[in-house]
């Protein structure tokens, strides 16, 4: 089932997946920071972002790339899938 929130038009480019996929990812949160550490389990999550540059690894098939190797690839099986249906 193609992917409609997080990873809509994501899909691995090498078996079709549209996942889970291990990835790099940002987050932006609150937490509270002490001198010596900051204390992750009370970090609040407010974003997350993508890099763009991060290794994007796929669960299925084990295909190791960067984020962007994934992102678009959904559409493009789409259109590929639709060309062999007519
Ligand atoms: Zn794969």
């Known amino acids: 089932m193609a992917n409609a929130n997080v ?3 994501f899909a691995c480019p090498k078996c079709g997946s549209d996942g889970p996929f291990l990835m790099s990812i940002a ?3 609150i937490a509270t920071v002490y001198d010596d550490g900051i204390d992750y389990n009370e970090m609040r999550v407010s974003e997350t972002e993508f890099h763009d540059l991060g290794s994007c690894k796929c669960f299925e098939c084990d295909f190791d790339g960067y984020t962007p190797d994934f992102q678009g690839v959904a559409d493009d099986l789409k259109i590929i899938r639709k060309g062999e249906g007519a």
């Open 7 to 9: 990873l809509q038009g």
């Open 27 to 29: 987050v932006w949160g």
